[in-house]
């Protein structure tokens, strides 16, 4: 399964840090009302076994809104419910042992901070390329930022889509106009918000508005 630069335009990671006294499924399905075109299932906390049952029933949402469903480092999880892919990390599997783990047809991406990192990842059959963080973000605290200079220079550099990540808003998105990446990822700009529905749908028209340029 091929990654179409469109799929990415809004995508969103879960994050139950928000969840205030309503399921995870209820918060996603807000998120894919308002227009989420692509859902990444990012569990730090949850053990092995509710973890699987927790993605079975978001892909089965998913697969109701056709909005691809990839899992957060865990390829064991994709692939024993079948998910759409993976997204790793530059510390997690090579691209490369995904793809033998997953199978050709599964979406693969891979995180990316620099043209080396992102060139080698597209060599190793990465689909698409998560590229942050673009700014200051209080999710991942560990993530440094990349500026939007060296963003320019990988979508250039790459044949592959890209995706721009971290402390994305609103009121910020327009600043990667230019910078030639196919969509935002998004956490608490979607999850954080007291309308999760409406927010995905202002954030859609903003990352659609940054792509055109």
């Not at 799929?7 to 840090?17: F, G, P, Q, V």
């Not at 691809?68 to 390829?75: A, Q």
């Not at 689909?127 to 250039?156: M, P, Q, R, W």
Request: charged share 30%.
């Amino acid at each position: 399964m091929n990654c179409k630069s469109e799929d990415l335009r809004l995508y969103a990671i879960t994050d139950r840090h928000w969840l205030n006294g309503e399921t995870l499924y209820q918060q996603v399905e807000k998120a894919l009302k308002g227009g989420v075109t692509f859902l990444q299932l990012r569990e730090k906390n949850l053990d092995e076994e509710d973890f699987m049952k927790e993605a079975r029933k978001i892909k089965a949402l998913c697969k109701k809104y056709k909005v691809p469903l990839i899992i957060n480092d865990n390829v064991e999880i994709a692939r024993e419910i079948d998910a759409d892919g993976v997204h790793v990390g530059q510390s997690d599997m090579e691209a490369g042992d995904v793809r033998d783990r997953l199978g050709p047809d599964k979406i693969i991406g891979v995180s990316a901070r620099t043209v080396e990192q992102a060139l080698l990842a597209q060599a190793h059959g990465a689909d698409y390329l998560g590229v942050g963080a673009v700014f200051s973000t209080s999710t991942k605290s560990d993530a440094k930022n990349v500026s939007h200079e060296t963003l320019k220079e990988i979508c250039k550099a790459v044949r592959i889509p890209v995706v721009a990540i971290g402390g994305i808003t609103r009121d910020n998105v327009k600043e990667l106009t230019g910078c030639g990446a196919d969509g935002i990822a998004v956490i608490s700009a979607v999850f954080a918000q007291q309308d999760i529905e409406s927010a995905a749908r202002e954030l859609k028209k903003c990352s659609e508005e940054m792509v055109k340029g």
